[in-house]
């Protein structure tokens, strides 16, 4: 199975912007499709952004325009840049194979909040 461990979580105000990596035990090239999930407070996990290894990307609406997502294969890390962020944006984040996924890891919490 993948390793996956999340980081770059923490706490910012509405407006502000993060950048969460995902550092990966194998090539991210190996990987057909790896996401970012998240799961607000007594939510359950949703998938927002994809990015698969021939480069194509896809978002949930709520953060499109607002979130990137992109990888490094060099370092086997897949990033989520979250721009203008918003208190709904609050959540536990994950990353995660789309197929045959891992289980789960700690994510990492964002807190949007003034």
């Known amino acids: 199975q993948v390793q996956l461990v999340e980081s770059g979580g923490g706490l910012v105000q509405p407006g502000g912007s993060l950048r969460l990596s995902c550092a990966a035990s194998?090539?991210?090239?190996?990987?057909?499709?790896i996401g970012w999930y998240r799961q607000p407070p007594g939510k359950q996990r949703e998938l927002v952004a994809g990015?698969?290894?021939?480069?194509?990307?896809n978002y949930v609406d709520s953060v499109k325009g607002r979130f990137t997502i992109s990888g490094d294969s060099a370092k086997n890390t897949v990033y989520l840049q979250m721009n203008d962020l918003k208190p709904e944006d609050t959540a536990v984040y994950y990353c995660?194979?789309?197929?045959?996924?891992?289980?789960w890891g700690q994510g990492t919490q964002v807190t949007v909040s003034s």
């Open positions: 995660n194979l789309l197929r045959y996924p891992s289980p």
């Open positions: 990015l698969s290894n021939t480069g194509n990307t």
């Open positions: 194998v090539s991210i090239q190996s990987i057909n499709v």
